[in-house]
């Protein structure tokens, strides 16, 4: 029996920017070019994701070939999403193996990572109204020093719901108001960069108990 040997080439669309993939998109595409180099015709060829990160969510995860003729090249693609947890500028792998109907199989892994939202954010707060807790979320294009404070409508100071240094990306923080009234409440966001300069964003939130 002669062995079947195929070129495994990475086609895809992201191989930008060593292999960037946009934060929080959907409809990516990795493309796997398989290619039969003996002179015989290869039957039952799978391709099939073997590993991949958490923050990636495929589409399919296999893709099969009846047959690939000899010297015939195939495609194999693959479509997925990156959830908005993904972490920034951080390499990750996914794996892919190739077998055949003889048993044989192969193996091609292929660097991953993730880039930075393209804007600054402060999200809604959810659920809004809320009863006693409700959850703030942001995204960061920089790393940068963040500080979260909680006021209610005349302009008093609640809570400082977070104070410290935030990696570029998106983040989530919980506030319990199980100790204050009902009422309207707003939620400011102050952003510091590395020359001092502070931008701040609010928005309200309304407690229903």
Request: include cysteine; charge should be neutral.
């Amino acid at each position: 029996m002669r062995k079947v040997v195929f070129l495994l080439v990475c086609t895809s669309s992201l191989m930008f920017s060593q292999h960037a993939i946009p934060f929080a998109s959907s409809n990516n595409i990795i493309e796997l070019a398989l290619a039969n180099s003996s002179l015989i015709q290869a039957e039952n060829v799978s391709v099939e994701v073997a590993q991949k990160p958490a923050w990636l969510a495929l589409l399919n995860s296999q893709v099969q070939f009846q047959k690939l003729n000899a010297h015939e090249s195939g495609i194999a693609s693959f479509t997925f999403s990156v959830d908005i947890s993904a972490p920034i500028n951080k390499p990750d792998q996914i794996t892919f193996t190739v077998s055949n109907l003889s048993g044989e199989q192969w193996t091609k892994v292929i660097s991953l990572q993730v880039s930075p939202p393209e804007k600054f954010e402060l999200f809604q707060n959810y659920p809004n109204p809320f009863n006693p807790s409700t959850t703030i979320s942001y995204q960061l294009p920089k790393a940068g020093n963040v500080n979260i404070k909680i006021y209610d409508i005349t302009g008093r100071e609640v809570a400082t719901l977070f104070e410290g240094f935030s990696e570029a990306g998106y983040h989530q923080k919980e506030w319990s108001a199980s100790n204050v009234a009902s009422g309207m409440y707003i939620y400011q966001l102050t952003l510091s960069n590395e020359q001092g300069k502070k931008e701040h964003y609010r928005k309200k939130m309304l407690l229903m108990k």
